[in-house]
């Protein structure tokens, strides 16, 4: 005998296996989360590479020194470990085509010189290119990878950074795969350091393949060039995480082209972003204020976070910036408050822009090592040209949210739009339909104004946006933001699928562009692509069984952020409330 509610469950979960047939293979072909996730850079690598200070000059004699003073200089026990010796070490192959290094400045060659650097609790980095020639015109790794992987491992390489010079035209996800595989091969644990300085989007597939990813044109010593890294940097957040991270170049902390002021931005915001902290000076003959900057532990361990999640900018008020960074620890943020301009600035950081309830929160700066005391809602400071204060909020009393108790059982998700008619659904007492906006989210970052409720994101404070509409829809029911936007719900593994239409709101017009991307304990089963201002909704349908931490991320397609007011209309899911999935 079948029931109308066995019917139901029948058609529900062939719905289900449609969405998952029809989203999931082509999300997971893309974006495999975290293929590489072979534990090696659980967290953003630290070390120092030769590139940024010494250009071709390298030698052992360089490389020992250095090694010797990272431990002398207390970087190694604050994290700094893998010691890279970047281009122009090397100079031909033998007849073999085994890679040979320059015997006149490695004379001991690189297996000694490992050995010298694991012998002081440190790790050894080299570099190569994925093409004929590395940049300066050394011999490249094409055609030799399997090779150069089994030399490295022989030598006892931990570390390989890997260029995009003299590439033919290859493809980047290709052959970076190769290359990863190839170091994979050996078993030796061998950090990969994508280099395609943003080619070919390594941001989409650069965790199955190496452990990060270079999202920018090379670093220079000078403030404009730090501006624009830091901007393009930013705006891939959605992509960084534990074991693949966005690398917007090594460190040019010391090498004396900004003042120290911009150095303590550079090292703020690289922290802010996850990103790998490598040190790129004269660590040999370095000043105390490039020591304290770099040593800086409050700092260092916002960057070394376990939890991985990159920063976003949650407010900008005419470049007055608040960066904001959720940590392992729920109840604390990571907040920067950076002033690009040439001006001081009064930068407020409200508990509302960072995603933690109204009320008393410790703020600590994390540059003064010192504690600003219990606020109340926000916190205002000045902050010189240039310049980021840097603090840790945590909030005094946190409740985590969790699903609640339905707020509206009747009405199960809307199923895609070229699905069969659904017979009339007849509730099964254990399942319920919350909508999202009736949910407390565990986190939420948002880039202008706060995410509203049921109405679409005014740019400003609470309550000033309009009637949630995608088309000619309406909608009563969903959350409104504005790129970038980071939101977070847990569902406590009860819930079996989502539902929304997406787009950017009518409001905007033809104006806006954005991606939508949702993701599920840290996997991305969903991609929208770019959505521009005018087009109809999109129908989205996910299964989310067991999953704990569901994340809706609306990014900008490019540093452009003006009218991304991005909907997730009728935004909701299906929960059963005794506990299975
Ligand atoms: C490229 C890289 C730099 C550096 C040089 C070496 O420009 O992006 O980081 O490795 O090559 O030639």
């Known amino acids: 005998m079948t029931t109308r509610t066995q019917r139901t469950t029948l058609l529900f979960g062939v719905i289900l296996l449609l969405a998952a047939v029809c989203y999931l293979p082509t999300q997971f072909n893309s974006f495999a989360a975290s293929a590489r996730d072979d534990g090696v850079a659980r967290t953003p690598p630290m070390g120092w590479n030769s590139w940024n200070r010494f250009k071709c000059d390298v030698s052992e004699r360089l490389i020992q020194n250095t090694a010797d003073a990272l431990v002398a200089s207390g970087m190694r026990d604050a994290g700094y470990q893998y010691v890279v010796i970047d281009d122009c070490w090397q100079v031909a192959r033998d007849s073999n085509g085994t890679i040979v290094a320059d015997w006149k400045r490695f004379p001991s060659g690189m297996a000694a010189l490992a050995d010298y650097i694991h012998a002081r609790g440190l790790k050894f980095g080299l570099y190569t290119d994925v093409g004929s020639k590395t940049c300066q015109g050394r011999p490249g790794s094409l055609g030799h990878e399997a090779q150069d992987a089994a030399t490295y491992a022989r030598w006892g390489v931990d570390y390989v950074k890997v260029d995009w010079c003299y590439n033919d035209g290859l493809d980047a996800q290709a052959q970076y795969k190769l290359f990863g595989d190839a170091l994979a091969a050996t078993g030796r644990p061998i950090v990969m350091s994508i280099c395609t300085w943003g080619k070919q989007n390594p941001w989409d597939w650069g965790s199955d393949t190496g452990h990060l990813w270079r999202t920018t044109r090379d670093i220079t010593d000078r403030w404009p060039t730090l501006l624009q890294i830091i901007r393009e940097n930013a705006v891939r957040a959605y992509a960084g995480g534990p074991g693949g991270w966005n690398d917007p170049d090594m460190l040019e902390i010391g090498n004396g082209g900004m003042t120290d002021v911009e150095y303590r931005t550079h090292m703020s915001l690289w922290a802010m972003m996850a990103a790998p902290l490598i040190a790129g000076n004269d660590v040999v003959r370095m000043s105390a204020a490039t020591r304290d900057i770099l040593l800086n532990s409050e700092v260092i361990a916002i960057d070394q976070d376990a939890r991985g999640t990159p920063a976003l900018i949650v407010h900008d008020d005419n470049n007055r910036q608040v960066w904001s960074r959720p940590l392992a620890d729920s109840s604390a943020r990571a907040v920067a408050l950076f002033n690009p301009t040439d001006k001081s600035a009064k930068i407020t950081v409200s508990w509302a822009d960072i995603g933690i309830a109204p009320g008393n929160a410790l703020v600590r700066d994390l540059w003064a090592h010192a504690d600003r005391g219990v606020v109340a809602d926000s916190f205002t400071t000045t902050v010189e040209p240039h310049g980021t204060v840097m603090l840790k909020i945590t909030a005094q009393s946190y409740v985590a949210a969790t699903v609640p108790d339905p707020v509206n059982p009747s009405a199960p998700p809307a199923p895609p739009a070229d699905a069969p008619p659904a017979a009339a659904p007849v509730a099964d007492p254990n399942v319920r339909y919350p909508y999202l906006s009736d949910l407390a989210p565990t986190f939420a970052d948002n880039g202008l104004g ?9 740019e400003g404070g609470t ?33 079996s699928a989502f539902a929304a239409d997406i787009g950017l709101d009518a409001e905007v017009g033809q104006n806006g562009t954005a991606v939508f991307q949702i993701w ?19 129908p989205v349908y996910l299964a989310v069984p067991g999953v704990h931490e569901l994340r809706l991320v609306v990014a900008p397609v490019d540093w452009v952020v003006d009218y991304a007011h991005a909907d997730w209309a009728n935004a909701r899911v299906e929960c059963r409330v005794d506990g299975a999935s």
Do not use: F
């Open 463 to 495: 309550g000033d946006g309009h009637a949630l509409t995608l088309g000619s829809t309406q909608y009563s029911k969903g959350l409104g933001v504005h790129a970038p936007s980071d939101v977070r719900y847990d569902l406590g593994g009860t819930c």
């Open 450 to 458: 706060p995410m509203e409720l049921n109405i679409s994101n005014g």
């Open 520 to 538: 599920a304990d840290g996997a991305l089963i969903y991609d929208s692509g770019a959505l521009h201002g005018g087009m109809a909704p999109v």
